[in-house]
């Protein structure tokens, strides 16, 4: 992402659930919900396996 201008702000982590904003040219991108559940999910998922879903607010 940040080769391509973006970047992911944790905002807030409750109950398995990770809440993100992606910034930068993620923000606005329209692949932007693939891209957080393909690459960002399964990045945090991989580290911590507690994580049930990540969500962009």
């Given at each position: 992402m940040k080769a391509d201008g973006g970047d992911v702000e944790v905002i807030e982590v409750t109950d398995g659930t990770v809440k993100v904003r992606l910034t930068g040219t993620c923000g606005g991108c329209p692949m932007s919900t693939m891209t957080l559940k393909n690459?960002?999910?399964?990045?945090?998922?991989?580290?911590?396996?507690?994580?049930k879903t990540v969500v962009a607010v």
């Open positions: 690459a960002v999910e399964r990045a945090i998922k991989q580290e911590v396996p507690e994580v």
